[in-house]
Each structure stands twice: as structure tokens, then as C-alpha cells.
């Protein structure tokens, strides 16, 4: 399960905390998959690589409750947590800097906080796209970018979808060592 959290509505949409539902879009718009609304309050993209069927989930609980969403489908889909990749803003990196890890805490985010609850875990996979200080932090995330933060994002969000690839393809390691030193945007 790759999943991608944000807030639903347009109200949020490509707002800094929205990144990872972009990230996923960019990914479903590759591969030409579409979102179905799921009773597990998600939206679900189905993605089938070389017969292992891959979901991508965008939670619709707003960021908070992120973890009700992917504890249902991962108890539905019986998929482990070490088989889960969550991509989430951080404010503690600068703006379009990747990190992948693969596990850790919350950090602070209430999105993970979330589902590290409801999976019991935090021995999950993670890739954190940076979107920088500025401000009160509430205003923060879920303010929208100026046009210049934009388009630099615009590229890290590319490349964040490219990271999704090698992981489906080559594994954690193999994204870690290539995303974690590759310079975004030079």
C-alpha cells in the first residue's frame, strides 16, 4: 500500500500539507489509474505490478485521522505494516528536500501520529517531502505556495513520484540510496 495524506475538498487541495496526494496523483495520472471513493473512507487506486496488486490510498478523514483509513485497509488487505510507504510534508526540511526512511517516529505530525496508532507501529517505510518554515505553523501547512515555491515543488513532487517507482520496483534500499543523496531541483 502506497498512501499519500492530505486533506480532502478543494478547499485543501495543493496546499503544503496536500503533497502527498499530489505526489500520488502525479503516480496514477502515469500510470493512468483513477481514484474510487472506498468504504474505508479513502479514496483507492488499484495498481498491478507484475501481478501484486499495489493500492494507492489518499485517507478523506482530513490529516488527523489518517490512520483510520489505512488501518482498515491494511486489516481488510491483510498487508503488514512494513508494507506500507507513506508520503507526508515536513516542515523540518527545506522546501522539496526528499527523505525516505524506513521507520521512525511521528516527528510531531498528526497525520502519522495517526497511523502509527492505528497500526501499532511505526515500523513502516516513509518518504517526507519538505515544504519549509514560515509563520505560524497551522497557517503554514495548509496555506497555498507562491507561484515561484510553486513550480520548484512542482519539480520535487516529479521526482517524489519517480521515488514511488523505484520503490515498487527495486525495494526500499535501493530508493533510499538514490532519493536520500539526489539533490531535488539542481
Not at 22 to 31: E, G, M
Not at 88 to 117: C, E, F, T
Request: hydrophobic content about 40%; aromatic content about 6%.
Amino acid at each position: 500500500m502506497i498512501v499519500g495524506l492530505g486533506n480532502p475538498g478543494r478547499k485543501y487541495a495543493h496546499t503544503r500539507h496536500n503533497v502527498g496526494f499530489d505526489v500520488l496523483d502525479i503516480f496514477a495520472k502515469k500510470h493512468r489509474l483513477r481514484f474510487r471513493s472506498s468504504p474505508a473512507h479513502a479514496m483507492v487506486a488499484s495498481h498491478n505490478h507484475l501481478g501484486e496488486e499495489i493500492l494507492l490510498v489518499k485517507p478523506q478523514t482530513y490529516m488527523n485521522e489518517s490512520g483510520l483509513a489505512v488501518g482498515q485497509l491494511a486489516r481488510k488487505h491483510n498487508i503488514a505494516p512494513e508494507n506500507i510507504f507513506v508520503i507526508y510534508d515536513d516542515m523540518d526540511l527545506p522546501l522539496g528536500k526528499l527523505r525516505i526512511r524506513p521507520k521512525g517516529s511521528a516527528g510531531g505530525h498528526n497525520g502519522m501520529k495517526s497511523i502509527i496508532s492505528h497500526l501499532h507501529s511505526q515500523e513502516f517505510p516513509r518518504m517526507r517531502l519538505g515544504i519549509g518554515h514560515g509563520g505560524e505553523a497551522i497557517n503554514h501547512v495548509l496555506g497555498r505556495m507562491s507561484r515561484k515555491d510553486r513550480e520548484f515543488m512542482d519539480v520535487s513532487l516529479e521526482t517524489a513520484a519517480d521515488a514511488i517507482e523505484m520503490f515498487i520496483e527495486e525495494g526500499l534500499e535501493p530508493t533510499m540510496n538514490r532519493f536520500n543523496t539526489a539533490a531535488v531541483n539542481d
